[in-house]
């Protein structure tokens, strides 16, 4: 079955500055790869997504690169600001063909500092 | 409001007792998911539901049961469970399986 990793666990940055959040995955057979946000008391929400066609997709200041050959895929949140502070998962899945189920990450917690 | 409610929010039940949880949505979609999220653990699948037929039970024990009677409603019931089963609960819906949408989730506590 598909693996996915997530990396770092915990990210701290300054407002204004970026992060970015990696993943890698196991199952070449993955074609979709969605970017979730978790606030406290809240369930995830997508923020993000890419599929396989593509390498890159941005929404104002979030970002999603793929490297397929390499099986790994990251999050690039640019002038970050304090409300951007949350869980982060990433997750694969082989959407199209039958499977219903996304892998998740174990998640990063990201804390932007005033 | 994500489109997805679960109720209640927050429960806490004794390990003798039965208890549901419940999931809603509108969204047309056709897959629904129940998901388990503990304290420094990925999110664990428990139950996914294809057009109301349950195509996946990873391992969950009987304590556990889920029930989809159409494809708008989902529910959990619960009985004799353990503290080790205190977390939150969240719900999850799709289409063909794509991008979820959760609800906020009922965050369980045994005693």
């Known amino acids: 079955g598909e693996n996915v990793e997530q990396h770092p666990s915990t990210l701290s940055v300054q407002e204004g500055d970026s992060a970015v959040i990696k993943c890698t995955y196991s199952?070449?057979?993955?074609?979709?790869f969605p970017w979730y946000k978790q606030e406290l008391g809240k369930g995830p929400q997508l923020i993000i997504d890419i599929r396989s066609n593509v390498g890159e997709k941005k929404d104002q200041r979030i970002a999603v690169t793929l490297n397929k050959t390499a099986k790994h895929f990251s999050l690039h949140i640019t002038e970050t600001q304090p409300e951007d502070s949350a869980v982060y998962f990433c997750?694969?899945?082989?959407?199209?063909?039958?499977?219903?189920?996304?892998?998740f990450g174990k998640g990063t917690k990201l804390s932007v500092i005033p | 409001e994500t489109g997805v409610t679960q109720t209640p929010r927050h429960l806490v039940m004794g390990m003798t007792n039965k208890k549901s949880l419940k999931c809603e949505q509108h969204l047309g979609h056709n897959a629904m998911y129940w998901y388990k999220q503990s304290a420094k653990k990925p999110l664990e699948l428990m139950f996914v539901?294809?057009?109301?037929?349950?195509?996946e039970n990873n391992s969950v024990p009987s304590r556990f049961s889920p029930e989809c009677p159409n494809s708008s409603h989902l529910f959990l019931h619960l009985h004799t469970l353990q503290p080790e089963d205190s977390a939150l609960y969240l719900c999850a819906s799709s289409h063909l399986g794509d991008g979820y949408t959760f609800g906020s989730g009922t965050r369980l506590t045994v005693v």
């Open positions: 997750a694969a899945s082989e959407s199209g063909a039958g499977s219903y189920q996304l892998t």
């Open positions: 539901y294809n057009f109301k037929e349950q195509t």
């Open positions: 199952d070449s057979a993955s074609n979709y």
